[in-house]
């Protein structure tokens, strides 16, 4: 069958309420604009502006949250067909105080796990190269029973599995389940990404990158990438080893919500033009630099084929 699709990014659709002042807590936090936010629904909107073919599959509430998320992800050429409009769920929603380094968040969650397996047919999965989901997506059910069983089926039909370990104790406080759950996501060898700041949640201590790249290697992972904000990126292959790269320097960071999304999307669309790792990350790295000095999704006036050159 003609692969069609390049990405499809499952879990959660959700409006993010970003705080207006700089490094301001969320109990002083006067003012909120409203941004279209989940990290598998960020992948799936960088994905279709850097010309990709991206299906989101995700659940929002039957209310004027909901319709602005189906706006906005029209109006960024995402397929919208397998997005679910819950009559009894309202709209995911989070806020999160805008900050220079890992932002607050405080989420009410409702209709983001309500995520069925009629949502992602088969046909879909035949026509596609990569399937993403996020640690976030896999927290609650029925979502998680969905998304394990179509990974899997993904795996057996030759897609790439892919993941963001955006692990959170507040998202997930049982992280013996986490542990649990992602070991069986990671029986589909996915590409892994995560940051210094997922692994010492999961772990609940600081872990040395060794530890980290055994740890998720023995799990089934053959590539991982570990994101460590200005100190760059460590990435692991079985077969390539370890690689580090050195972070973009930013004069100055205006927002760094959806930084670790437009990085890892920058790095599914280099791999699906067959790039080496190393120009892999070069490419995710400017991508992510982009978002952190704009605010909101990524500037809608740049050409980002020209610019990831």
């Known amino acids: 069958m003609k692969k069609t699709i390049d990405i499809i990014s499952v879990g959660e659709v959700l409006i993010d309420f970003i705080g207006h002042e700089v490094n301001t807590s969320i109990n002083k936090t006067k003012d909120y604009h409203r941004f279209l936010g989940g990290?598998?629904?960020n992948v799936a909107v960088n994905a279709a502006r850097l010309g990709l073919k991206s299906i989101l599959v995700a659940t929002c509430g039957q209310d004027g949250l909901g319709e602005y998320i189906i706006r906005k992800l029209k109006a960024n050429n995402v397929?919208?067909?397998q997005v679910r409009i819950s009559e009894t769920e309202p709209t995911s929603i989070i806020f999160v105080s805008k900050s220079t380094g890992t932002p607050d968040f405080i989420p009410y969650r409702e209709a983001d796990c309500q995520i069925e397996k009629f949502q992602i047919p088969d046909k879909i999965l035949e026509s596609a190269k990569i399937f993403h989901t996020t640690c976030f997506a896999l927290s609650k059910n029925p979502a998680r029973t969905t998304i394990l069983e179509s990974a899997k089926k993904?795996?057996?039909?030759?897609?790439?599995?892919?993941?963001?370990?955006?692990?959170?104790?507040?998202?997930?406080?049982?992280r013996e389940e986490a542990k649990f759950v992602l070991k069986e996501y990671l029986s589909?060898?996915?590409?892994?990404?995560?940051?210094?700041?997922?692994?010492?949640?999961?772990?609940?201590?600081e872990k040395?990158?060794?530890?980290?790249?055994?740890?998720?290697?023995?799990?089934g992972a053959s590539t991982i990438c570990l994101t460590k904000g200005k100190d760059g990126v460590v990435l692991s292959d079985n077969t390539f080893g370890v690689f580090c790269q050195k972070a973009i320097v930013i004069p100055?960071?205006?927002?760094?919500?959806?930084?670790?999304?437009a990085f890892w999307t920058g790095f599914l669309y280099a791999q699906l033009l067959h790039k080496n790792f190393e120009e892999?990350?070069?490419?995710?790295?400017?991508?992510?630099?982009?978002k952190l000095q704009n605010i909101g999704q990524l500037p809608n006036d740049i050409n980002f084929k020209e610019e990831l050159k």
């Open 208 to 219: 040395t990158e060794e530890y980290i790249f055994e740890y998720f290697h023995a799990l």
């Open 39 to 41: 990290s598998p629904t």
């Open 79 to 81: 397929i919208t067909s």
């Open 188 to 205: 589909t060898d996915p590409l892994v990404k995560l940051s210094l700041d997922d692994c010492f949640r999961l772990f609940a201590e």
């Open 280 to 290: 892999t990350i070069t490419i995710a790295q400017k991508l992510a630099s982009i």
């Open 154 to 174: 993904a795996k057996s039909l030759g897609l790439q599995t892919s993941i963001d370990v955006n692990f959170s104790e507040r998202i997930w406080p049982d």
């Open 252 to 261: 100055e960071i205006k927002d760094t919500t959806g930084a670790g999304d």
